[in-house]
């Protein structure tokens, strides 16, 4: 029986609320009733139940730490401080919007202001559901306006990931 998956940011609330919760069926759906009235303030009622169960989606194949797509973004700036800025600003504005599980920002040791940006999400989807939000658009254009050339997408499907 595949796993099933309550994600509270695929229905932004007011709170903002990031929780994501795993497991079999049955679990889920219990601790996503229990969430959604303690957190949410809804009416625990057989249709609240039934919503919920008919959101509830599949667990996917993942990599280590849910990693199954990566954007790579290559790009040339010689104003990291300023990028820094408004990277910490669009996590700010993003609140429990953003689909990304991880970045990581990396600079080339032999080419100073080379610069190269991991972005793991869970899935393709998932990146392309973060990418329409105005805030990432914003982020984009402004991006732009900091890096020497236009920077380069690579949207890339993991088809193996190790712990090692």
Same mark, same amino acid.
């Given at each position: 029986? /595949?796993r099933?998956?309550?994600?509270c940011?695929?229905?932004?609330? *007011?709170?903002g ?5 795993? &497991?079999?069926?049955?679990e $889920?759906? %219990?601790? @996503? ?9 809804h ?9 919920i ?10 990599? #280590?730490? &849910?990693?199954?797509f $990566?954007q ?16 910490? *600003?669009w996590?700010?504005?993003? &609140?429990?919007k953003?689909?990304?599980?991880r @970045?990581?920002?990396?600079q080339?040791?032999?080419? #100073? &202001? ?5 972005? *793991?999400?869970p899935?393709?989807?998932? /990146? ?5 939000? #105005?805030?990432?658009?914003?982020l984009? %254009?402004?991006? %732009? ?5 236009? #920077? ?13």
């Amino acid at each position: 029986m /595949a796993r099933k998956v309550a994600d509270c940011r695929k229905y932004p609330s *007011e709170s903002g609320c990031t929780l994501t919760l795993v &497991g079999e069926e049955e679990e $889920v759906l %219990r601790a @996503a009733v229990e969430h959604a009235v303690s957190v949410h303030e809804h009416e625990d009622t057989p249709q609240l139940r039934e919503q919920i169960r008919g959101l509830l989606e599949d667990e996917h194949a993942t990599g #280590p730490d &849910g990693m199954n797509f $990566v954007q790579l973004i290559e790009f040339k700036t010689g104003k990291r401080d300023q990028l820094d800025e408004l990277l910490d *600003e669009w996590e700010a504005v993003t &609140g429990g919007k953003c689909t990304a599980t991880r @970045a990581v920002l990396t600079q080339e040791h032999e080419k #100073p &202001g080379s610069y190269y940006e991991f972005v *793991e999400f869970p899935s393709y989807d998932e /990146a392309m559901r973060n990418s329409r939000l #105005p805030e990432t658009d914003a982020l984009s %254009r402004k991006m %732009r306006d900091l890096c020497d050339e236009e #920077p380069t997408f690579h949207n890339l499907d993991v088809v193996r990931a190790e712990t090692l």
